[in-house]
């Protein structure tokens, strides 16, 4: 058993994250996973409206007794989103966490937050964005290294010394991840000097995530050479499976087409469908280098229990050292 400061802050059985995903996060999704001991979290820019987006904070309640958290997109989007409104539904319904993530801190969000007494983690990418959030009276940091699915922002810094440099340079609890995506990974965000191990790619593999069979399938013969770094020429850097959007993306990237044509080939809508249909070139998904160790899909708990599993083990084996 692995209790942390972020286990107590957080209320959960286990330090580990299951990272936010655009599309897929949910109500049962989300469930499952806080079900399962770790924290699921629930990525609010899916809803664009504030009625609906309670319809599935309702939705989760009614499947987990277990805390859970809320996104707030900070990334910049076409779409107009309306945080302020999905604050107001996070205070309603009594919700106790919340997660921001994006290009910037939240500053315009912070204090209604905290007024209502939310527990808000920033996720970021770097020390300095770290040292920002948490002089804005965050509870605790996110960071995800350079290996990680999705963002990963202009510094390239990897997890081995990003998780170690934030922990240095912050004082709230950290919580580390970007290529853990089982028991080793986990220990070893641990030993970095992380209270947490957020996992987002791993979560992609598993049963309860609702993207289409074929997808996990093609996934699960991708190695940790088979991702790309996509939208980097338009200041959006995010890693991503190599499939044929992602090849196209990076042919854009390098005629310098223009931000619409780009942002157009990766748009959630292309994904979306592709998580939906199972045709695996159609649009762009965020993956991990960690991909490249993932040989199962499973229910989530299984996944959870075989983590906790192996870093005992490793823990054992290291004592006896
Ligand atoms: C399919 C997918 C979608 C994601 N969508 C989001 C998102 O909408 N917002 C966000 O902050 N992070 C998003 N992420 C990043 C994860 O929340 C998490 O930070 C990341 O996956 C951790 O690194 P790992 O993939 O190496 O475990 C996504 C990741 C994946 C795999």
């Given at each position: 058993m692995f209790k942390t400061k972020i286990t107590k802050m957080l209320g959960i059985e286990h330090p580990i994250i299951g990272g936010t995903m655009m599309w897929l996060a949910t109500p049962e999704f989300v469930a499952a996973i806080s079900n399962a001991g770790a924290l699921g979290i629930i990525a609010s820019a899916m809803f664009s409206e504030k009625e609906e987006f309670r319809k599935a904070v309702k939705k989760i309640k009614s499947l987990t007794s277990k805390p859970f958290a809320i996104n707030?997109?900070?990334?910049?989007?076409?779409?107009?989103?309306?945080?302020?409104?999905?604050?107001?539904?996070?205070?309603?319904?009594?919700?106790?966490?919340?997660?921001?993530?994006?290009?910037?801190?939240?500053?315009?969000?912070?204090?209604?937050?905290?007024?209502?007494?939310?527990?808000?983690?920033?996720?970021?990418?770097?020390?300095?964005?770290?040292k920002k959030a948490e002089s804005l009276g965050v509870d605790a940091i996110t960071v995800v290294g350079f290996e990680n699915g999705g963002a990963t922002g202009i510094l390239d810094t990897g997890t081995m010394v990003l998780v170690p440099r934030v922990v240095e340079e912050v004082k709230v609890p950290v919580i580390g991840g970007g290529g853990a995506v089982d028991g080793r990974g986990f220990l070893a965000v641990l030993a970095l000097g992380a209270e947490g191990v957020i996992m987002g790619t791993r979560m992609l593999m598993t049963e309860e995530c609702p993207i289409h069979q074929r997808v996990k399938e093609a996934l699960l013969k991708a190695t940790e050479l088979d991702t790309r770094l996509i939208m980097r020429s338009i200041e959006s850097t995010h890693r991503v499976w190599f499939n044929a959007a992602a090849r196209r993306v990076l042919e854009l990237e390098a005629q310098q087409a223009g931000l619409p044509d780009i942002v157009s080939m990766a748009a959630?809508?292309?994904?979306?469908?592709?998580?939906?249909?199972?045709?695996?070139?159609?649009?762009?998904?965020?993956?991990?280098?960690?991909?490249?160790?993932?040989?199962?899909?499973?229910?989530?708990a299984e996944v959870i229990k075989d983590i906790l599993a192996q870093a005992e083990q490793i823990r054992q084996r290291i004592k006896n050292m």
């Open positions: 707030l997109n900070l990334f910049p989007s076409l779409r107009a989103i309306p945080n302020e409104d999905f604050i107001t539904v996070i205070i309603e319904e009594g919700i106790k966490v919340v997660e921001t993530s994006g290009h910037k801190a939240p500053e315009e969000y912070i204090d209604r937050l905290k007024k209502a007494g939310v527990v808000v983690i920033h996720k970021c990418v770097g020390v300095r964005y770290a959630g809508d292309k994904a979306k469908k592709m998580y939906e249909t199972g045709d695996i070139d159609l649009g762009t998904i965020a993956c991990s280098q960690g991909i490249g160790m993932i040989r199962s899909v499973k229910p989530v």
